[in-house]
């Protein structure tokens, strides 16, 4: 039996940490250079490397086999003998012979070629019993183009359309899905803007200053209505605002030293900017936190509203223009144009109804846990992962067969 190792191609987004070692093929079947963990390394002699399959990103699956007469058969695509479900290891990553299709405990190695169309299904844990228990609840065989991983995220490209059906079944296993029609490309400078509570931070800023004024149950009220679209986002924050003057300001600083950042925010703005992509937040909060953030971050721009603060005191009033829908829209307009990036390579995130028009005037926009009223409005949504999820879509641009 052949060994099936893990392995990852050298390039720009290698990621591991630790100490690996470099194994090339002497038999001249393999093009580039793949490193492998101290716990992989491939005796050097008596045996040949098989590249089963490389999506040249993330991931790649690789056979050691002893060395046999010239000839003999190698894992590639349709080619694969006799391949069974039992054969297949559990992380689909290292599936060998893909693409394939998935029907029960049935596959069939295909000679297929998807272009940039199909769909994503991605998720923590989704392994191969995972994938053939959503497989046969879907009622469908699947064909599987490629599969590979983002940090603790598995990821797999399937072909055909994205159903409604399917996207259910998706979201009721724990797993998100993304259609793979107008997701930017990752390897060219794009353009990423955030809304910033509840997407780029876990909590409502004005709701914890307003816990802290004594106003926190009347506010949280107002906010979570107005954030499911139910009220005027600018009269709303006025009216939230007003109940925080007299307020002491440095209750802005206990907020913001315990500002409690989204899960995978950090090692998204990290790979984002690595790979040349500009990363802003359009906030309806306010500037205390937003500044915070950008110099924390190292974000290109943040903009917000401002509270004043008089004498130490908070006024109850906002400082200047109100950063509401519109204006936020208009602000990924504006980077998308002085950045020189194409419509097509911006990416925008939200979770209320005041990032609708900017989740729209992106090339992609992506309804993060958001409220039911943008969910409804928003093609790509993320339902259960963190911010990685974001990383796991674009990853699909690079991971073509």
């Excluded at 199909?118 to 228990?133: H, N, P």
């Excluded at 107005?226 to 003057?245: I, P």
Aim: some cysteine; charged content about 20%.
């Amino acid at each position: 039996m052949p060994l099936v190792i893990l392995a990852e191609p050298r390039c720009s987004l290698h990621q591991r940490d630790q100490e690996c070692e470099t194994y090339q093929d002497n038999h001249g079947t393999m093009k580039s250079e793949f490193q492998f963990c101290a716990s992989h390394i491939p005796p050097a002699e008596n045996l040949r490397l098989n590249v089963a399959r490389s999506d040249g990103y993330k991931v790649a699956s690789c056979v050691i086999f002893p060395l046999e007469p010239s000839g003999a058969n190698e894992f590639t695509g349709a080619s694969m003998p006799n391949i069974t479900w039992c054969d297949l290891p559990t992380d689909v990553s290292l599936w060998p012979g893909l693409p394939l299709s998935l029907s029960g405990d049935e596959v069939m190695p295909l000679d297929y070629h998807a272009g940039r169309s199909g769909w994503l299904l991605y998720g923590r844990g989704l392994d191969k019993q995972r994938l053939t228990q959503y497989q046969t609840k879907l009622g469908a065989a699947m064909v599987i183009v490629a599969a590979w991983c983002v940090e603790d995220y598995q990821v797999i490209r399937l072909a055909g359309s994205l159903t409604q059906r399917a996207t259910r079944l998706a979201h009721d296993a724990g797993l998100d899905v993304a259609p793979l029609g107008k997701i930017p490309h990752l390897k060219t400078p794009g353009l990423l803007v955030m809304d910033m509570d509840s997407t780029a931070i876990q909590i409502e800023c004005i709701d914890e200053i307003a816990r802290l004024a004594g106003s926190g149950e009347l506010v949280a009220d107002v906010t979570e209505r107005a954030m499911r679209g139910e009220l005027d986002f600018t009269a709303s924050l006025r009216q939230r605002v007003a109940t925080l003057k007299g307020a002491d300001a440095n209750i802005l600083r206990q907020v913001r030293d315990e500002l409690p950042l989204m899960p995978g925010l950090t090692q998204l703005v990290l790979k984002l900017e690595t790979l040349g992509w500009k990363v802003a937040i359009a906030s309806g909060g306010f500037t205390f936190f937003a500044d915070y953030l950008r110099d924390t971050l190292r974000l290109t721009t943040v903009v917000a509203n401002e509270l004043e603060i008089m004498d130490g005191k908070l006024t109850g009033q906002v400082i200047g223009d109100i950063v509401d829908a519109q204006y936020k829209a208009n602000t990924l307009t504006r980077l998308a144009e002085k950045y020189e990036i194409p419509v097509v390579q911006t990416v925008a995130i939200g979770d209320g109804a005041n990032d609708l028009p900017m989740i729209k005037a992106a090339g992609l926009g992506i309804a993060y846990h958001a409220k039911p009223k943008v969910n409804e409005k928003t093609e790509v949504t993320i339902r259960h992962a963190d911010l990685m999820g974001v990383f796991c879509i674009l990853s699909g641009s690079v991971n073509q067969k």
